[in-house]
């Protein structure tokens, strides 16, 4: 027990035992551009961890002014780095911040997020007592940063299929053992939606892992900030289509049957979203092709079907208008 208890407790660059030269048992990356004001929050609220054996890598992925000399004077923190690059993007950007990084287990955070004091403590425990899991997620509490509403908090409940728990992780709450993020490839830099859910996917399906169910990743946003303000550009929207069914058709072989119906099903309600999005752009067909897949995916679901008939309906109204 002594062994275990000395690897739970905290480490900081203060503490006898700390020595930059050694590998940290954690490595938490961040990609970042610009947002100097989130990235700082970002970085204290890990700096504040109860398990402080751990490396901030930060990820600079093109900012205007590098983030190092912005923000290299107002920590002396030795547990804190910096690597710069191109923008390539938030999948290339992580996966450039793993490879630099020297930790066993590797956790992710977006540049305006922030998580709770213990929250890597708690997943390295579940680490060390099962060292043969490959990912730890953890419940997430989403919180907008204007003030308005109340936080909505998402938790796995007991009887959870494993797809849900995977489809629900997100990229700052979930901690991977580098090993298996490195042989599972790391995220696809081809797709810019969905990309967090096909790793999860790749390797959640083929090696164990858990879930925490206390909220202890916060994840931010500003309406402006949110993947649904993007999308008003009818390019992204297209986008979004073909990166929600690639996701679909690269993790379909991975799945046994009764997994590929929570995977229709998850990808039916995408469907539908981009239908609704299309249609409010005014491009018709695409709203009915992706509303017909939908209802393909879910042919139990009423809803579709209206969806379904009133862009038909709306369709069938705007070529009546059109002149000879």
Known sequence: MKNLDALNSPLSPGDERWDPRT?????????????????????????????GDFEVVVVDDG?????????????????????????????GARNAGVLAARGKYVAFLDSDDTWEPTKLERQVERFLARPELALVGTGVRFRRDDGAGHDEVRSVVPGTPRIWELLHMTTPSVMFQRSAFIGAGGFSRDLFFMEDKELFLRIGLRRPFETIPEPLTIVHFHPQQTTRCVLKHLGWI???????????????????????????????????????????????????????????????????????ARILRTTSKAKTHVEP
Not at 70 to 86: E, K
Not at 245 to 265: G, Q
Request: aromatic residues 6%.
């Open 238 to 308: 297209e986008k979004f289509e073909h990166d929600t069914r690639t996701f679909a058709r690269r993790v379909a072989p991975l799945m046994r049957p009764l997994e590929w119906r929570h995977l229709a099903r998850k990808v039916s309600i995408l469907e539908g979203d981009i239908a609704v999005m299309f249609a409010e752009h005014g491009a018709r067909g695409k709203a009915v092709r992706a509303q017909s897949i939908s209802t393909l995916l879910s042919p139990l679901d009423l809803e579709g079907w209206r969806r379904l």
């Open 63 to 91: 900012s205007e002014s590098p983030l190092e000399l912005v923000l290299g004077s107002s920590y002396r923190d030795p547990r804190l780095r910096f690597v710069r690059q191109a923008n390539t993007g938030p999948a």
């Open 23 to 51: 590998p940290p048992r954690t490595s938490v990356v961040i990609p970042a551009k610009d947002r100097v004001r989130e990235l700082e929050r970002a970085i204290d609220t890990v700096l504040a961890q109860t398990d």
